[in-house]
Every structure is written in C-alpha cells, then in structure tokens.
C-alpha cells in the first residue's frame, strides 16, 4: 500500500509561500540530495487546483531532469472546479469530503510506494483532517520571513510522531513526522 507524504520547504515561522524569495541561499547537494531520494520513492503525484494551474502551464514543455518525472508520472488534483485535466497521466479527484477521502484510500492501495505532495498547505491540512497523510517531510529553514501563508493557520490540534531527524550543514532540519491519528 502507498503512503501520503507531504514535502515542504518551510521557514522557522512556519511559512511556506513563496520559498523561492527564501529557500534557495540554503539549497545544496546536501539537500540536493534528500530532494533527490523524494523523487526516487514517488510513485504517483498529489496536488490542489491552484498547483495544477501553475505546474500544468509549465512542466510540459520542460522534458529533462524534473520535468522528465513530473511529466511521466501518474498525478491526482484534488479539486470541484477542475472539469478537465489536460496535462498527461492527470486524474481530477472531485466530490464531498467522504468521496474524495475513499478515491485517495483506492489510490493508495494501487500504489506500493510514495504518493508525494507538494506546496499546498490548504491540500495538507485537508489530508490531516480526514486522516489521509502518512508522512510530513519538513525542510526547516534557518530564517524567519514574518510573512506568508503558514502551513498551521487556524487548525485544529494535531499530534506528530518524530520519525527522523538530520541536521544539515547549512543549518537546514530534515524532519519527518507521522500524524498521530485517534483511531
């Protein structure tokens, strides 16, 4: 069975937009490498709308490197506005909460590997909140930015299970952790 996991790079504060005005004076091999063995374990691709938008206007004519993976590989949005996906190997995931929550529990039993999510942290908290995510994978960055969206606004309590733990040269934390769901 394939496991949810969400990969964020992510500010001291918590910040999580626009991590190309932040994030990239910390990237190298290092994380370079930790990036690298995400992508080497993803099976399939998990995205909201809004990253749909964006990623489907660029990636397709982009055929080396990432643009070769992300092309190739099997990818679910969850949305109720998208009626068409155009971008190849894309599935539209719509419906109440109860049905999109059953698609992704078939989905992930099609799957023996990771399911990866990216930059959408309305899509994270949505998982959480329905039981979904797996796995948190948090690139933490040594800065505070003092603005932008946050991955935690406005939510409810959620126990993490510390999974691992690796601190960079760059003083970049590589967190995973686990949801600790009641059952």
Same mark, same amino acid.
């Given at each position: 069975?394939?496991?949810?996991? &969400?990969?964020?790079?992510?500010?001291?504060?918590?910040?999580?937009?626009?991590?190309?005005?932040? #994030?990239?004076? @910390?990237?190298? !091999?290092?994380? %370079?490498?930790?990036?690298?063995?995400?992508?080497?374990?993803?099976? +399939?691709?998990?995205? %909201?709308?809004?990253? @749909?938008?964006?990623? &489907?206007?660029?990636?397709? %004519?982009?055929?080396? !490197?990432?643009?070769?993976?992300?092309? &190739?590989?099997?990818? @679910?949005?969850?949305?109720?506005?998208?009626?068409? +996906?155009?971008?190849?190997?894309?599935?539209?995931?719509?419906?109440?909460?109860?049905?999109?929550?059953?698609?992704?529990?078939?989905?992930?039993?099609?799957?023996?590997?990771?399911?990866?999510?990216?930059?959408?942290?309305?899509?994270?908290?949505?998982?959480? +909140?329905?039981?979904?995510? !797996?796995?948190?994978?948090?690139?933490? #960055?040594?800065?505070?930015?003092?603005?932008?969206?946050?991955?935690?606004?406005?939510?409810?309590?959620?126990?993490?299970?510390?999974?691992? #733990?690796?601190?960079?040269?760059? %003083?970049?934390?590589?967190?995973?952790?686990?949801?600790?769901?009641?059952?």
């Amino acid at each position: 069975m394939g496991k949810i996991v &969400s990969n964020f790079f992510i500010s001291l504060d918590n910040v999580v937009e626009a991590p190309d005005k932040w #994030h990239f004076g @910390y990237f190298d !091999d290092e994380m %370079g490498a930790i990036v690298g063995r995400g992508v080497a374990d993803t099976k +399939a691709f998990l995205m %909201g709308r809004k990253l @749909y938008d964006e990623w &489907s206007q660029y990636w397709p %004519g982009h055929t080396e !490197d990432f643009g070769a993976f992300i092309n &190739s590989v099997p990818k @679910y949005v969850l949305s109720n506005s998208l009626t068409e +996906a155009t971008w190849q190997n894309t599935t539209i995931l719509a419906g109440d909460d109860d049905t999109v929550a059953g698609r992704l529990r078939q989905v992930k039993d099609q799957y023996d590997g990771d399911i990866s999510l990216s930059g959408s942290a309305t899509t994270v908290r949505w998982l959480l +909140a329905n039981g979904l995510l !797996d796995e948190l994978r948090l690139l933490v #960055h040594p800065v505070a930015v003092g603005h932008g969206q946050r991955l935690f606004e406005d939510t409810p309590t959620q126990p993490l299970r510390l999974l691992n #733990h690796e601190v960079l040269k760059s %003083g970049v934390l590589n967190l995973t952790y686990a949801p600790e769901y009641e059952r």
